[in-house]
Nanobody
Framework: VQLQASGGGLVQAGGSLRLSCAASGFTLDYYAIGWFRQAPGKEREGVSCINSSGASTYYADSVKGRFTISRDNAKNTAYLQMHSLKREDTAVYYC???????????????????WGQGTLVTVSS
């Protein structure tokens, strides 16, 4: 049972990237999927979350209007489309299951501690 994030890379500020989160060993259909990121020297933070059907999506304030989360259950994959990237978006991005917004709207997860390798996004000025 594993989620693998991919699609990171080096991009100039203002550019775009699309991250993918592929599941192996299980089907994503019944799970909410979330994207989290961890910048150097900072704690991991929730970026976006999509429920199992794809009908509900949630975003951190810092990425609203720039990032779009989606999923293709037929491909057992979720995505994070990122536009207008900023230097402060530089981080390792991870995907996980069982995300939801807490009472303050912060995206959190009740999933386990196995975050996988993540994918590095570096935004240059």
């Amino acid at each position: 049972v594993q989620l693998q994030a991919s699609g990171g890379g080096l991009v100039q500020a203002g550019g775009s990237l699309r991250l993918s989160c592929a599941a192996s060993g299980f089907t994503l259909d019944y799970y909410a999927i979330g994207w989290f990121r961890q910048a150097p020297g900072k704690e991991r933070e929730g970026v976006s979350c999509i429920n199992s059907s794809g009908a509900s999506t949630y975003y951190a304030d810092s990425v609203k209007g720039r990032f779009t989360i989606s999923r293709d259950n037929a491909k057992n994959t979720a995505y994070l489309q990122m536009h207008s990237l900023k230097r402060e978006d530089t981080a390792v991005y991870y995907c996980t299951t069982d995300c939801y917004p807490d009472h303050e709207g912060t995206i959190i997860t009740s999933g386990g501690d196995d975050w996988g390798q993540g994918t590095l996004v570096t935004v240059s000025s």
